[in-house]
């Protein structure tokens, strides 16, 4: 998929959709310290991508973020903006064409949702139906109702409700870049959860440049197409897309950030229906034997799997089913675990450890038979190289 | 006249009105050592008073603060503390009661007891539970939570209320003599004893013992402080700015 | 000093019930007939306090957004306008003579210097109180300070500031009953000119205490209207 072009236009803004954010040598010496809290960090994010700051606290992951729309002040090199440096512009009209999210989410409560979300195209002095309607529009796409929701104030909203009107106000005036900072740190996990999920469908659609702030390295995995970690002293320890990152650690800080069980992490990028299956010997009852033991040599499963008339999985067959003339109902075990195509490799390793079983039958969405998943086919999708992995933005738009 | 203060214009004839006194037409001495007389008593009179209402209001407060209740008594009476005019509590009770120095005190308790008692109550109920909590944890009986953390912690807001009654008992006992008590209030009130000379005199001296008893229980309520809480000025301030709109008045 | 009482004793008691008003008492005739005495004063007293305190809002809300930018400004004019809280304002109007003469010129000049403390440290904890992510995103989506001020800051403080306003206005109600000592009427002139005649006393106090009271509950109102989302919870 090629993400490197801006996105069509779309939505009220003549703007484009989505900007190329540069840094170059950005550093940051907070006045009276003598080292630096970011420490000539580089990096391109392309346009359209979502790039994560990740690492432990203090390593200067929100100062670099604020460096982009000059809510701190670079102290040396230079951070540009669709190849424009944000140095030589006015901090507020810069703002304006930036996004801004935070985990506090910080929402005015004297105003409306409605006039929260309608800050920055106020400030930009949009004709009033078309913020109006951007509104409207704004809060469909955060998946709340317009009509119950406007006139509300945000003390009148969940924790969640919150964090999405925190997104739309950021999206208000389709700024081509969005800077988010712990956006779901407050967030219980379940709710932190689905408002990944819907982001992630979201920025399918809306294709953003994002730069997102995390210390949560299983969410810079789960959000990022790219994942920068810093380390304390604001040094870029390593940049890469998550499966790199994951495979290839350039060092021992990253690779304890990341953590030992970085391969199974690995596991989560990718899904069932991404790698080579097993080809499952399916036999039905009635069945010519001879034919039932053709296909169990043609495949790498030592049992015939028996399905119904419409291919779903009864079970696996017994030695006696096929002792007769025709393929009887024998059955040795049940089909279990059925891993669904749409699984992360992590979760359909967890239902075969489960099982204790070597290998499961994979179902399609009709739940007919795919193939069939073995551990030893896990384990050589760890040796794939990283860029044939999807990163967790495209695993998850490709629900779709 | 021969003056040291001639430069300060008729603020320095009213300077050497206090401090060396003049003879009016009728012969009679007024000001200098007689102004000694009228400054004692408009601090006996504010003294007197000062205690009573601090001996009724800071027991209350603290027991109320204390139990957690009575939270709209304290509140209510100082918004009504503050509603009714010192002129017109003390007119109230000379017209009934009569003229007096104890009448007098009655009227200048009442003016007094709202600000202490309210920031009594609100600065034993500020603090923490969890701290009240693990003081009961480790054994104490109510009775000693109360002299030994909450007292302590609610000092300096309890000075803060006794500075504020203090400067308002002194500034209104300049109307005692209305009830026929002669504090500094006299030569303001009975001008023609006096001459205008007199008049601001007395003016200067209430304003400066107003000024004075700020900074002396000022002080007092600075060495009250505990060290703890003089450690973290930004919760401790921060605290009392906010009860300054709602509750109390520090 | 018995003199002294006999001395203003001065008003009209012409009507009413004579024995009653003879004992000084509390004569609800009397004071039906005699209303209108008090009508100018109130409105004389209206008139101080609704001037002291917009003067003394401007003055104290001036100084609270200079110092809101320098904090360093805070203190000191905290300690100014705490000596001009301090001083009883019996005291100013005195001192002032010299200088503003009689009238209404000394009696404002004193209660507005009263009300400085209390206005300006609500403005400035009310500005304070304004929660820092609120400012941190207002100024992340391209607000200026100037529109961060008076579109978020300003009406985020305005509960408190209110407050501090209400407590000012029922402060000044009480103090103006003493601006007849310089020279500028008011009901306390009422009360003072005949102290020991209860119905006087009670009438004028009375009037002091409900207009502080209404001002208490017209600001209230104001506060109400103007902070809708102070009141809006979670349904």
């Given amino acids: 998929m090629n993400r490197s072009e801006p996105a069509q236009e779309q939505g009220p803004s003549a703007r484009p959709a989505a900007a190329t954010l540069e840094f170059r040598e950005a550093t940051k010496i907070y006045p009276g310290q003598d080292d630096p809290a970011v420490d000539a960090l580089s990096l391109t994010v392309p346009a359209g991508e979502i790039c994560v700051l990740v690492g432990p606290s203090g390593c200067g992951k929100t100062t670099a973020m604020r460096m982009v729309n000059r809510m701190i002040d670079i102290t040396s090199g230079d951070i540009l903006l669709d190849g424009r440096s944000v140095r030589e512009r006015r901090p507020a009209e810069l703002r304006r064409e930036i996004g801004y999210a935070i985990q506090q989410i910080g929402l005015f409560p004297h105003l409306t949702v409605a006039d929260n979300i309608a800050t920055v195209p106020r400030l930009l002095g949009w004709p009033k139906d078309r913020t109006r309607a951007r509104v409207d529009q704004l809060l469909e796409l955060v998946s709340l109702d317009p009509a119950d929701t406007r006139d509300r104030y945000p003390a009148q909203l969940s924790g969640g409700q919150r964090q999405r009107v925190g997104v739309a106000r950021a999206l208000a005036a389709d700024p081509p870049l969005m800077l988010m900072d712990e956006p779901f740190g407050a967030i219980d996990p379940i709710n932190r959860e689905r408002l990944q999920n819907e982001f992630l469908r979201l920025q399918k659609e809306i294709r953003k440049t994002v730069v997102f702030v995390t210390h949560d390295i299983d969410e810079a995995i789960k959000m990022g197409d790219r994942i920068a970690v810093l380390q304390r002293g604001g040094k870029l320890a390593q940049y890469a897309p998550p499966a790199e990152l994951l495979m290839y650690p350039n060092g021992r800080f990253v690779e304890d950030f990341v953590g030992a069980d970085r391969a199974l992490k690995r596991l989560a990028l990718q899904r069932v229906r991404d790698i080579d299956l097993w080809k499952a010997p399916l036999v039905r009852v009635g069945e010519p034997v001879a034919d039932a033991r053709r296909k169990v040599q043609d495949s790498d499963v030592p049992y015939p799997l028996l399905v119904d008339a419409d291919g779903r999985p009864l079970g696996w067959l017994s030695e006696r089913a096929l002792t007769g003339e025709r393929v009887t109902e024998d059955l040795r075990s049940k089909a279990e675990p059925a891993v669904e195509l749409d699984d992360v490799l992590r979760d359909a390793l967890s239902d075969l450890l489960a099982n204790e079983a070597q290998y499961g039958p994979v179902l399609d969405a009709r739940g007919a038979v795919a193939g069939v998943l073995s551990l030893e086919i896990i384990g050589h999708a760890l040796q794939e190289p990283p860029e044939q992995v999807r990163s967790g933005a495209d695993a998850l738009a490709a629900d779709g | ?250 | 000093m018995l003199d002294l009482i006999a001395q203003v004793q001065i008003q009209d008691r012409s009507s009413g019930d004579a024995s009653c008003v003879a004992d000084n008492g509390f004569c609800p005739s009397w004071i039906v007939d005699n209303l209108n005495r008090y009508t100018d004063p109130l409105l004389q007293h209206v008139y101080l306090t609704i001037v002291s305190l917009a003067i003394g809002f401007a003055i104290s809300f001036g100084l609270a957004l200079i110092a809101h930018r320098r904090r360093w400004l805070v203190a000191p004019i905290t300690q100014i306008t705490g000596v001009l809280y301090t001083l009883p304002s019996i005291a100013v109007f005195f001192l002032l003579l010299p200088i503003t003469g009689r009238g209404n010129t000394t009696a404002i000049i004193a209660l507005v210097a009263y009300s400085l403390l209390i206005i300006f440290r609500n403005i400035i904890a009310g500005l304070d109180n304004v929660p820092a992510e609120t400012k941190d995103a207002g100024r992340g989506m391209g607000l200026t300070d100037r529109q961060l001020l008076w579109r978020v800051e300003l009406p985020l403080a305005l509960p408190e500031i209110l407050a501090g306003l209400r407590i000012a206005a029922t402060t000044t109600v009480g103090l103006a009953t003493l601006a007849f000592f310089a020279g500028a009427g008011g009901l306390g002139e009422r009360i003072f000119e005949d102290i020991v005649f209860k119905s006087n006393v009670v009438t004028a106090g009375a009037l002091a205490v409900l207009l502080a009271a209404a001002f208490d509950v017209v600001i209230l109102i104001v506060q109400r209207a103007v902070t809708p989302w102070a009141r809006a919870r979670a349904s």
């Fill in chain 2, 1 to 250: 006249m021969t003056t040291t203060y001639a430069f300060l214009g008729e603020f320095g004839d009213a300077l050497q009105f206090i401090f060396q006194g003049e003879t009016t037409r009728e012969g009679a001495e007024v000001g200098g050592s007689q102004f000694l007389d009228l400054t004692w008593e408009h601090l006996k009179l504010s003294g007197v008073s000062m205690a009573i209402a601090c001996a009724i209001s800071i027991p209350l407060g603290l027991w109320l603060g204390h139990i957690r209740r009575g939270s709209f008594l304290a509140i209510s009476l100082s918004n009504v503390g503050r509603a009714v005019p010192s002129l017109a509590l003390i007119a109230f009770f000379v017209a009934y009661l009569g003229t007096g120095f104890a009448n007098l005190t009655l009227s200048l308790v009442l003016l007094a007891i709202p600000p202490i008692l309210t920031n009594t109550y609100v600065s034993v109920t500020q603090v923490e539970r969890d701290t009240v909590d693990a003081a009961r944890g480790m054994g104490m009986t109510g009775a000693e939570i109360v002299r030994k953390v909450e007292l302590p912690l609610a000092l300096p807001l309890i000075f803060g209320g006794i500075r504020i009654s203090a400067v308002n008992v002194i500034a209104t006992a300049t109307i005692a003599p209305l009830a026929g008590i002669n504090t500094l209030g006299d030569p303001i009130i009975n001008v023609s004893g006096y001459g205008d000379t007199g008049r601001l005199a007395a003016a200067i001296c209430v304003a400066a013992l107003a000024i004075f008893t700020e900074l002396t229980l000022g002080a007092v309520q600075r060495a009250v402080t505990p060290a703890g809480l003089k450690l973290e000025p930004d919760t401790a301030s921060r605290r009392m700015r906010i009860r300054f709109g709602r509750e109390a008045t520090t």
